[in-house]
């Protein structure tokens, strides 16, 4: 027997004595070991659940690390130009940076990894909280289970089949996850033109842009074309010499030929070409405030209440002539087939014409006040969108297929113009009393996304680039100016590899 095991009780007496003797160093007052996390035998089944021969502590507020987690800071907010609007009206300025961005992905990895939160989507990346996340509950640290066997090939996950990396699967989702493109709207314009003697009548349409990217704007008696692409500005006409001044100003579809439209009643065509008037077509009684062109077709709303519809091949013959309204008409717009046209008049009143016919299909009369915006949703056929003036305030939209009206809007100032984004499913908006700003819309959710651009003037005119990422702003007066603005991006187009390996590069 070993003589340890087999001493007499004084040798184990005086080996106590000998140790109770010896200066060790104090226990604090508050010890994170207490007796029951210690263990005095060497069964290791009190302690292990399967049986193990050695302990490892077991964490129990496995809390503390998600708080610890959520104490780290995250980097600052840059002072950004992106205006993000509530629905309460309120602006918040916010900036996403790329560094941002990337913490959060990499915290949403440790908790994967550390706290098994199987986080696999991250809704918002403004901020990192567990309730802007989609996740499950996790496991915690250092927790205790079952020894996970292997089992029959045909029943184990395929996780653990065909993959040997060494994280989750929630953490290989959200590694390989799209990055979603952040859009920063800008709340100042990229480009301010002067444009005296703009006329501040809410009735007019005096800016207008072509698909070759050249901007049509009317200045009294004076239409200049501003190029885009060069920034050249050229002067198109004068008709100070014949005492009448520019109304309205439209391109026909390619962006070849100018339509100008005259106080005194006439329509002049101009050639883009050669920069020479092709023809002066006679007609109206009053002045034309709108235009739209259908193809070779053209068609002019009057104060004169009447609607002519003109073929440019033979401009002196009048195809139709609409008389249903009783006051001016300010607003014209054809549809994106050209099937349906649209027209908004001082009477408050809404039409919708068929091609093919002399009366209006539809009427509407649930605007309180004069109608010059209209706009046809690229994106969905047969819905237009219209605006009333200071009495209406009002955004309605119209399924014109059946007739019916889908949603209103309220927006608290008059609404002088409205265009659809060519490559979103958003819209926006220029107004008069009291706002006097842009407002970029989402549908059909109808929140404003930003608001830009208030001052003392009213926003009265607005065109679109052809590609569809910009507008232009005018504001009347004698400091009339031109704003362009960038709300809108097109997607990324996928790069295409040129290689010998891909067998289709050689098919003709």
Known sequence: MDEDCGAPASKRRALEHDIASMKLPRTPAKCPITPSSVAYNNSPSKFRPDGGDRYIPLRQNGDDWATRYAAISSPQKNAGAC???????????MAFDEERRTNVARRALLRNELLGDNIHKIQKEDT?????????????????????????????????????????????????????????????????????????????????????????????????????????????????????????????????????????????????????????????????????????????????????????????EIVRTLDNHRAEICGLKWSRDKCFLASGGNDNRLLIWDARLNEPIHSHEKHSAAIKALAWSPHNRGLLVSGGGTQDRTLRFWNVLTGHELYSKDTGSQICNVAWSKLTQEFVTTHGYSSNQLVVWKYPSMEPIARLGADNHRVLYMAMSPDGESIVTGTGGDSGTLRFWKLFWRSAEPVKIHSKLNLFNTLR
């Open 83 to 93: 205006e993000i609007v509530s629905e309460d009206g309120k602006d918040y300025s």
């Open 128 to 316: 990192f909280d567990y309730e802007r996340l989609d996740m499950t509950p996790g496991r915690g640290l250092f927790q205790y289970g079952s020894p996970q066997k292997l089992g029959n090939p045909s029943t184990s996950a395929p996780s653990f089949r065909y993959s040997h990396c060494p994280i989750s699967e929630e953490s290989r989702n959200l590694l390989v996850s799209p990055k979603k493109v952040l859009r920063k709207i800008s709340k100042s314009p990229y480009r301010v033109l002067d444009a005296p003697e703009l006329q501040c009548d809410f009735y007019l349409n005096l800016l207008d842009w072509s698909s070759k990217d050249y901007l049509a704007v009317g200045l009294a008696t004076t239409v200049y074309l501003w190029n885009a692409q060069t920034s050249e500005v050229s002067k198109l006409c004068d008709l100070a010499d014949q005492s009448d001044s520019v109304t309205s100003v439209n391109w026909n579809d390619n962006g070849s030929i100018l339509a100008v439209g005259r106080n005194t009643g006439v329509v002049d065509l101009w050639d883009m070409q050669s920069m020479t008037r092709l023809q002066e077509i006679e007609g109206h009684a009053n002045r034309v405030a709108c235009l739209s062109w259908s193809n070779q077709t053209l068609c002019s709303g009057s104060r004169d209440r009447k609607i002519f519809e003109r073929d440019i091949r033979a401009p002196n």
